[in-house]
């Protein structure tokens, strides 16, 4: 697992030990970050299910300003935590221990863009797309990573499905928040 592009390009990350964390496969972070490419610098980033920080990574990498990464899992914020010092973005990160779901009830804050990479088949992704809305920007976007031939929903409130893209097992769903009437 390593940076592909930006600053950091080639840097290896860290990742936990076993089978627990199931890294974005750099084909999928590839694709995601050429879609939005032009976007990113300046942006703003939350890295749901971060895992090893490896997406939230590569947006400051490519120049983001910030980046929220929402994690609950020890081993991962041990590993991620290493991940943001060893790259030197510790400053422009956020690390929030605290289940996504709790997290997105209760944020404040608002993101440019949104990556949710829930573990596969537990059901959270629908709870997640319901709540997205609170933490988008306007004409903010959201990614979810989820196993190819899952159907996500159209729309979610304001949330509308822009295009499901398809990586081998791996699908990635783009989502962009509707801006409000008559503006």
């Known amino acids: 697992m390593r940076i592909i592009s930006g600053s950091r390009r080639g840097k290896k990350l860290l990742a936990p030990k076993g089978d627990r ?3 974005t496969e750099d084909r999928v972070k590839e694709a ?5 490419q032009f976007q990113v610098p300046g942006a703003s980033f939350l890295d749901l299910f971060a895992g090893t920080g490896q997406m939230g990574i590569e947006s400051i990498s490519r120049g983001a300003a910030r980046a929220v990464f ?6 991962s914020l041990a590993v991620l935590g290493k ?3 060893a790259t030197g973005f510790a400053p422009q990160a956020q ?3 605290a289940g996504v779901l709790d997290y997105l009830h209760t944020a404040s804050q608002r993101f440019d863009f949104v990556f949710a990479d829930p573990p596969y088949r537990e059901g959270l992704l629908p709870q997640v797309l319901a709540l997205l809305p609170r933490v988008l920007l306007p004409d903010g976007e959201a990614f979810c990573e989820h196993p190819r031939g899952e159907e996500l929903p159209d729309r979610v409130g304001p949330l509308l499905k822009i295009k499901t893209y398809g990586y081998g097992k791996t699908g ?4 962009r928040l509707e801006a ?3 503006s």
């Open 21 to 23: 964390v199931r890294p």
């Open 32 to 36: 995601l970050f050429g879609i939005i």
């Open 70 to 75: 929402v994690e609950n899992a020890p081993e």
């Open 83 to 85: 991940n943001l010092e």
């Open 95 to 97: 690390v929030v221990r």
């Open 172 to 175: 990635l769903t783009r989502y």
């Open 180 to 182: 409000p009437e008559g």
